[in-house]
């Protein structure tokens, strides 16, 4: 495929999905404090498959989830459900001393919320942009425009390790999809997209795309294109 792309100099576009992974990863990788609280969520997981001690806290009565380390989704999923279950989790723990040293600390705790916080909401995209089945270029641009604009957008509430890991995230995805025939592409895709159309498009480039647009289309068809 790679080979087919180059003879033919066609743009190649790595699956979003994927990218996001890397994002993800290049972002948790430069935090020790990350990997070594996920070391404990594991051990943590590998000591119980579900809890009695749900019920009687009124928690869902859910079981603990393991971390899969090629989809960076998981590890979000077994850090909601650890924090999701963590008084239930202390509750059984506390009982046996040979145990007690599983119980996530305070500062473990602050850090699963931090990397709760800024992945949890990024989780969905992973695989609605990584689809087999249907088209989603043309949801690219909108997406890293929600990116920026939205959920990796830092705020004051954030911790610092939230607004890190934003930064990371938010700075390799533009820098992935920030040169110019990339940016030629996904303009394409998502002014062809009648959901879209110039919505996402720099309003600098929009007379190029229209004179691609009509440039590109057979001589017996007409388009008329909205600002």
Known sequence: MVKAASLNEWTMLQCFGHRLHLAVENAVKKDGRINRTAGVCKKLVGHFSQLEAQKELNLPSH?????????WGSRQMMISRILEQQKALSQVLSVDKKLRHLIPNWQ??????SVSKSLGPLLEFTDALSGEDYVSVSYVKPVLH?????????????TDLSKKLKKEMRDYLNEKYEDEDTQKLLDMASCLDPRFKMDFIAADSKPQVKARVTSDMPGDCSCKLQH
């Open 63 to 71: 079981f603990l989830i393991t971390e899969c380390q090629t989809r």
């Open 108 to 113: 473990d705790i602050d850090v699963l919320e």
């Open 146 to 158: 929600l990116f920026n604009s939205s959920m990796l957008l830092m705020r004051e509430e954030d």
